[in-house]
């Protein structure tokens, strides 16, 4: 998998947004790129994806830089349920983008009231 | 949908003994994943399932472990002649493989601790 590079730590306050970045400088043209979280004492949970363009859904946007090395994950409205950790993933099994994921340490995301 | 179980959720287990794990993933979820993780870490990838082939096992997939998916529906993991280094969450995902990448939904994890 292509390596990813996030910072160890981040905080915020409830209700602030939330901007988590993540760098992939050496991304492939077909490479995804995935957002996953862990909530202590639980198994990941999916966020999003993306492959070039910014993407939507109810738990957060995903923007994509125009050269496609890094990427940013927005959480709008933080919650002091989005305390987690939050792994940049680019899953990559012969040349496809599905398959194992590589976990790296993510960012421990904290969120104060 | 119930999402992905596993069981049991926690397992006590002496060293040396031997240890199964099940997970029972979505159904119609053609891949399965299992994983490990160790207090501080992030999850490390053991091996994957598609349909009943296991196409792949990492290195740290001993010859004490081993990997089932009969008629590629629920997995068992088996740990034989368990070591107290095996003690850790391991995790089950799975996934369906309909276009270009893939989502994994994880279960809640078995946690083994070996004494």
């Known amino acids: 998998d292509a390596k990813t590079t996030q910072p160890n730590s981040m905080e915020s306050n409830e209700e602030e947004p939330v901007h988590l970045p993540c760098n992939h400088s050496?991304?492939?043209?077909?490479?995804?790129i995935h957002w996953y979280r862990q909530l202590p004492s639980q198994g990941p949970e999916y966020v999003i994806h993306?492959?070039?363009s910014n993407v939507n859904n109810r738990m957060a946007s995903l923007a994509i830089a125009e050269d496609r090395k890094s990427s940013t994950l927005i959480l709008h409205r933080a919650t002091l349920r989005d305390a987690a950790v939050y792994y940049c993933i680019l899953p990559n099994a012969g040349g496809t983008s599905y398959g194992k994921l590589t976990f790296g340490q993510g960012t421990i995301l904290t969120v104060h009231p | 949908d119930t999402g992905v179980s596993q069981n049991p959720r926690h397992k006590i287990t002496k060293r040396g003994q031997n240890v199964t794990f099940r997970c029972d993933p979505i159904?119609?979820?053609?891949?399965l994943y299992w994983y490990r993780q160790t207090l501080g870490q992030g999850p490390e990838f053991l091996t994957y399932?598609?349909?009943?082939?296991?196409?792949?096992k990492s290195r740290l997939l001993s010859d004490r472990f081993s990997a089932e998916r009969p008629k590629g529906s629920f997995s068992t993991l088996e740990i034989q002649r368990t070591e107290q280094g095996d003690s850790a969450m391991y995790l089950c995902a799975s996934s369906s493989v309909a276009g270009a990448t893939d989502t994994q939904y994880f279960g809640p994890g078995t946690r083994l601790t070996v004494l």
């Open positions: 050496t991304i492939s043209g077909t490479d995804y």
């Open positions: 159904s119609e979820h053609n891949r």
């Open positions: 993306g492959l070039t």
């Open positions: 399932f598609q349909n009943e082939a296991q196409l792949e």
